[in-house]
């Protein structure tokens, strides 16, 4: 079955420096979408992603975070200039068309923590 | 706003027993609804949706949920819990969208499953 995946599965930086997240969403869907979750806190809807531009954010995407489809298959996450309040779970998302972008796939999930 | 309550932060039951995860949302229009599963260190997992038509949904591993427009509510049930249920429930609902569908989720519930 095709699954959503995310490298890495975990990521260390120091605060202030750039980070960048990848995912490989499934082949065939056309939506991609970053959520976060902070340790024991709920999952957020960080931004959406359609036909090579952002196509709506959350209040916490602020211009230290970018998304990128570089090549096609890859679907990048870059925070410019980490916070320790950044650390968290970051999680991909992908979405067929039509009804069924309604079911979101997620990745696994990179844990980042800034330290 | 659209929102999601899930009133039970933890819940314990014995391995065996039924289950019944509580789930009330805040949306404007008919909502697309969703349980997803997080197993410890894992991502999340789709469990079953509704979109519309029937109110009894069936999903995997033995679960089913109840939509009741009346009481906003999408409860989550199983009649009989195995240990391998343990993790972290989140419920969702879809704001949707044409380019794509944001998810707002829950806080979450955690199953702890005794023998």
């Known amino acids: 079955e095709p699954e959503v995946t995310q490298t890495p599965s975990h990521q260390v930086t120091q605060m202030g420096q750039e980070v960048i997240l990848r995912c490989v969403p499934i082949?065939?869907?056309?939506?991609f979408y970053w959520y976060r979750q902070i340790l024991g806190q709920k999952v957020e809807f960080l931004v959406s992603?359609?036909?090579?531009?952002?196509?709506?954010k959350s209040e916490i995407f602020d211009d230290q975070f970018s998304v990128e489809r570089p090549d096609g298959s890859n679907f990048t996450l870059k925070i410019r200039s980490t916070k320790l309040e950044d650390s968290a779970m970051y999680f991909c998302?992908?979405?067929?068309?039509?009804?069924?972008?309604?079911?979101?796939?997620f990745g696994p999930g990179t844990r980042l923590t800034v330290t | 706003a659209q929102s999601v309550t899930q009133p039970d932060i933890h819940i314990t039951v014995s391995e065996g027993a039924s289950l019944e995860l509580r789930c009330n949302y805040s949306?404007?229009?008919?909502?697309?609804l969703f349980w997803y599963v997080q197993s410890p260190g894992q991502g999340l997992q789709l469990l079953l949706k509704?979109?519309?038509?029937?109110?009894l949904v069936q999903g995997i591993k033995g679960f089913e949920a109840e939509f009741k427009r009346s009481q906003s509510s999408f409860n989550l049930r199983k009649p009989s819990v195995h240990w391998s249920d343990a993790a972290e429930y989140f419920c969702?609902?879809?704001?949707?969208?044409?380019?794509?569908?944001?998810?707002?989720f829950g806080t979450g519930t955690s199953l702890t499953v005794i023998p």
């Open positions: 992603f359609y036909n090579n531009e952002i196509s709506e």
């Open positions: 998302a992908s979405s067929a068309p039509g009804l069924a972008a309604y079911e979101q796939y």
């Open positions: 082949s065939n869907h056309l939506y």
């Open positions: 509704y979109f519309s038509g029937d109110t």
């Open positions: 969702a609902v879809a704001h949707a969208r044409s380019t794509g569908n944001q998810f707002y």
């Open positions: 949306y404007g229009a008919t909502p697309y």
